[in-house]
């Protein structure tokens, strides 16, 4: 242990009998400003709300200044070609296309491969695509969604897939089925990486009934990553897929869209109408080149930094947390509090405030944004602002949390 670890230990006990003066939180400042803070005292906020959070860098800010433009709604921005073609060849596909959004590259794939309107996908009931696009698929594109349950590792089961199919096409009752969606990482069930002999078998299913198979990809990499193979590894058993930039690669905006070549000319169409069709696009696409050549690597670091966390939070005394190491494989730890203990949005508006008993034991103010999270769970997410300090710091943040707890329930009661 560290001597600056174990100043911050004496420091929080040393102050355990310490009454203070509490500065509350608004709970719509815990989604979208910063916290209230002890006036006059060093804060370092720590932000595991998402790693949609990041920043561009040096490099990255250096490289959109100089990128070298075109109109991409002509095809003549050769920044955004270079980019398609180096996510193409990473994807295993035939090409590839820059979209603004992972939203708009998700319902782009739907509408490309559900043509008429009445046909249908499939999805996890958990799934982002289902749960957290505005239903764009039937509210714009006209396509019926039918759902899986999602399991604890991100899949579903394969027996109840065939059995929501609709076999009995062009029978006038019933929707077509032509799609079905995965996503990998699951960021409801906690950054699980989909096991590859799942999608074998999902592909297998696929063509044996004719379906696509899309991948809302968002966290693909981190799922590369984690699994020790190269992202074709994982695509080879999909039709087309959908990648984020702006998570835990640091790009400021965007998502690739991979598929043949023919999905993507048609893409290219459904982007229009859609309003994707940029024109001096290379400025955000040299962002999108340094994301795919240099931070990939790095994303073993957030893995290593969110298991970190997690660990302490099982070794916590007080014992306030509830965590399965099995499910924490990636960037994001989702975990809960022990029943009856606090509600996980009152725990979150105390890891990002700050009082004048934390200042006093910690020696500086720590704000640590995280968000509640779907069944009672707290959700922190790991990325390239995220440092070891800065996990240390939330760890700590953590211990005081549940220590101040126990204090005020022992004097509660």
């Not at 009931?125 to 349950?149: F, K, N, P, W």
């Not at 070549?261 to 962002?287: E, S």
């Amino acid at each position: 242990m560290s001597s600056k670890t174990l100043t911050v230990i004496v420091r929080l006990v040393r102050h355990c009998l310490y009454k203070p003066r509490v500065f509350r939180v608004n709970p719509v400042r815990l989604y979208y400003g910063s916290p209230q803070t002890v006036t006059g005292s060093a804060i370092r906020t720590v932000d595991l709300r998402s790693d949609t959070v990041t920043k561009p860098g040096a490099a990255m800010r250096r490289a959109m200044a100089e990128a070298e433009v075109g109109d991409d709604v002509f095809g003549e921005d050769p920044t955004v070609n270079e980019l398609q073609k180096i996510a193409a060849e990473m994807f295993g596909m035939k090409a590839a296309l820059y979209v603004p959004s992972g939203t708009m590259s998700n319902l782009i794939a739907v509408m490309v491969h559900c043509r008429e309107r009445g046909d249908e996908m499939i999805a996890g009931d958990l799934s982002h695509i289902h749960i957290y696009e505005q239903g764009g698929s039937a509210q714009l594109a006209g396509v019926h969604s039918a759902t899986l349950r999602t399991l604890g590792d991100g899949t579903f089961d394969l027996d109840q897939l065939i059995s929501k199919i609709r076999h009995g096409y062009p029978d006038p009752h019933y929707p077509r089925s032509r799609l079905v969606c995965v996503e990998n990482t699951h960021n409801i069930q906690g950054g699980r990486v989909l096991p590859l002999a799942f999608l074998q078998e999902l592909r297998s299913v696929a063509d044996q009934f004719g379906l696509a198979v899309h991948m809302d990809g968002a966290r693909v990499m981190n799922a590369a990553v984690a699994l020790g193979v190269q992202p074709s590894a994982i695509l080879q058993h999909c039709h087309s897929v959908s990648v984020c930039l702006s998570k835990g690669l640091g790009a400021p905006v965007g998502s690739m869209l991979g598929g043949s070549k023919d999905f993507i000319q048609r893409a290219v169409r459904v982007r229009k109408v859609l309003g994707g069709g940029m024109r001096q696009l290379g400025i955000l696409a040299a962002a999108g080149k340094i994301a795919l050549s240099d931070m990939i690597g790095r994303l073993e670091e957030d893995h290593r930094n969110a298991r970190h966390f997690a660990q302490a939070l099982l070794e916590s005394d007080p014992a306030l947390y509830q965590v399965d190491l099995n499910t924490v494989q990636t960037n994001i730890v989702r975990f809960s509090l022990r029943e009856g203990q606090m509600s996980p949005v009152e725990f979150c508006e105390r890891m990002a405030g700050v009082d004048e008993e934390e200042v006093k034991a910690l020696g500086q103010g720590v704000p640590v944004l995280m968000f509640p999270h779907v069944g009672d769970t707290v959700r922190a997410v790991w990325h390239l602002g995220i440092s070891e300090e800065d996990t240390q710091l939330a760890i700590l943040k953590a211990q005081f949390v549940a220590q101040q707890h126990k204090r005020r329930s022992i004097r509660a009661a």
